[in-house]
Structure formats: structure tokens, C-alpha cells
């Protein structure tokens, strides 16, 4: 499910920010409710990123579980590296992780609260 | 679709033979799982491979007629 446009654009879009998020919805208006804790997160820590709507785009929505081999939506990508999925996310946010990868990145992120 | 905790918690054992599963239903209703898994298959792992290792083993059903299970793994702490 994994053609060489689908997987192009794909390497440019998570090459186009520090933070991309492929989710459901847009970050204004999430409409799936684990796309929407990923965003709540990211929001809390003050780290900007790039909301990609799947909804919109079925070979995105199918390409992107074949390019990172996760069946999932919502999936985090920090500088062209796959991070994880809403639970993954949300337990690295717990655990100071995630803010802590964010710096190492060199991406501003405040600790999580 | 909705898919039986024991199915889920048959299809992990199947592929982690040691590992300790708890599988909660939600909400109840056969959709909303959250799963905790520890095996020493997850030793070394990122959680990332821990997950996709757990995804594999449900067979293609996670994002499919499993809709919603929250995951969380672990290697076995040594005490």
C-alpha cells in the first residue's frame, strides 16, 4: 500500500518541520479523540508543529501505516524519526521523556506540568 | 466489530509465551481495550518495537476490527 509518490511525499513532509503529527482532524478541530490527546500534549508543552489530516488524503491515510509499519493514527514524527502513537506519546509525557527528547533534539519544549 | 479479550489476550500468549497480560474492556463494550503486556521478548527494545512486536501478533486486527486498544509494555524489571 506503499507507492513511490505516497512514500516521497511522505519523507518530505516529516523533513518539513522539527514536528509532524499525521492525524485525524486538524489540530483547531481533532476529530478523533486520540489524535486530539496527542495535540492536547504537544500544546502543553509549547512545541510547535505541522498537523497532517489523513481524513483528507486515503493514500496518505493507508501510506503513512506502511511507511512506519503502525497500524494507528495518530503517529508523531521529531525530526524524520517515528516517535510513536497516542499511547506511546502520552506515556513519555508522563514520564518527562518526551520533553526531555524534544531538548536533546534541540527543540524548545517546557517540562511537562 | 467487536473482538473478545480472551481472543486478544489467546493471540499475545500465543506469541509471548512468558508474558504477563492484563487486558481491561473499557467501556465495555467489546472495542475499547486497554492492554498492559510485560515479556523479556521486550528487552532491548524500544517502545516502539515493543508495540509494533504486540501489533504483529494480533495479526493485522489493530486499526481494523480492533479499534481502540491502549497499549503499554515493558521488559520484566529484575529485581
Known sequence: ?????????????????????????????????????????????????????????????EGIKAFSDWPTIPQLYVK??????CDIIREMYETGELTEMMQTRGIDAKPAA | MPMQASEIETLIRDAFPDAEVVIE??????????????????????RVQQHQLVYKALGGRMGGELHAL????SAPTTN
Request: hydrophobic fraction near 40%; aromatic fraction near 8%; proline fraction near 3%.
Open chain 1, 80 to 85: 524524520g524519526e517515528f516517535v510513536g502513537g
Open chain 1, 1 to 61: 500500500m506503499l507507492d513511490d509518490t505516497t512514500k516521497e511525499r511522505i519523507e518530505q513532509d516529516i523533513a518539513s518541520e522539527d514536528v509532524v503529527l499525521y492525524m485525524k482532524g486538524t489540530p483547531v478541530f481533532p476529530q478523533c479523540g486520540f489524535s486530539a490527546a496527542v495535540v492536547g500534549v504537544l500544546t502543553h508543552l509549547g512545541v510547535p508543529f505541522r498537523g497532517i489530516n489523513v481524513l483528507d488524503d486515503m493514500a496518505i491515510r
Open chain 2, 70 to 73: 491502549a497499549l503499554q509494555t
Open chain 2, 25 to 46: 474492556d473499557l467501556r465495555g463494550d467489546g472495542d475499547h481495550y486497554a492492554c498492559r503486556v510485560v515479556s523479556s521478548a521486550f528487552t532491548g527494545k524500544s
